[in-house]
């Protein structure tokens, strides 16, 4: 992993928490977006040790602000961020990546204002675009650097999206399969969970799956040895530029 933007992201510390699921190492960052110039503070929490290994199981978690601190149910992502901490405490060393990206890049009142706009029936990628935003504009190369920091050579990424697993790519990471994150629709968020399954091509199914850069599956690893290989070029240029994405 090459960590090209090297000297966008800068190791600040590192210490040991006790958490309510147990003790995890939070290393913490400076990383200034390449796009806008916009500093944030990424964190990344790790059990045991990685550094070095290949294979390690690594979420990368944007922050959900009304779901993992006001507990909201519109979303899945507190959830997901808890299986994500069990799920590398129980099959670690593991890593999970939390990045301040609010509303897919957004911002948070921005996100409070397509919320607001989603109460009208509107689903959740067409309230952003109702209001003139970008469908998403998170990018990964804290990501990118982090791990070329601590030396890990290839992850095993936990996600139900195979954009973000095709853009992390696109920057170098080496994925060697990927680790499904599926919650429990709830009454609240089952409509949510259908437009990213409809618009944003994320997987919810329960299963394990690996994909490779072509879009093709397997079960196992083994069946697609040799197929998983860099994503085209095609795929790269399409998720370059100015860091704002469409979805169709
Ligand atoms: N703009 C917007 N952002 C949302 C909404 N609901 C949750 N989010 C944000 O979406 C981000 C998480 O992205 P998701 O699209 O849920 O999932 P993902 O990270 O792409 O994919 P997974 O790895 O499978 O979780 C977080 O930053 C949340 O704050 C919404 O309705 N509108």
Known sequence: MPGAHARATTFVAETRLPTERGFYRVRGYRHA???TGAVTEPVCVVYGDVEGLEDVPLRVHDACFTSEVLGSMKCDCK??????????????????I????????IGLANKIAAYAVQE?????????????????????????NMLAELGVKSVRLMTNN????????CGGIKITGR???????NLF????????ERRMAHVLDKSWMYWDAKGNTYDSLDEMEGDYGDASVDECESFAGDGTRKFN
């Open 162 to 169: 195979p954009r973000k697993i095709r853009e992390l790519e």
């Open 179 to 185: 680790i499904a994150c599926v919650v429990k629709a």
């Open 189 to 196: 968020n089952e409509g949510y969970l259908a437009a990213k």
């Open 120 to 144: 009208g029936g509107v689903d959740t990628v067409d309230a952003n675009r109702k209001l003139g935003l970008p469908d998403d504009t998170r990018e990964y190369t804290a990501v990118e």
């Open 33 to 35: 977006n390449p796009n």
């Open 79 to 96: 959830q997901q961020l808890e299986m994500a901490m069990d799920y590398i405490k129980d099959n670690g060393p593991g890593m999970v």
């Open 98 to 105: 939390y990045l301040q990206q609010e509303g897919r890049g």
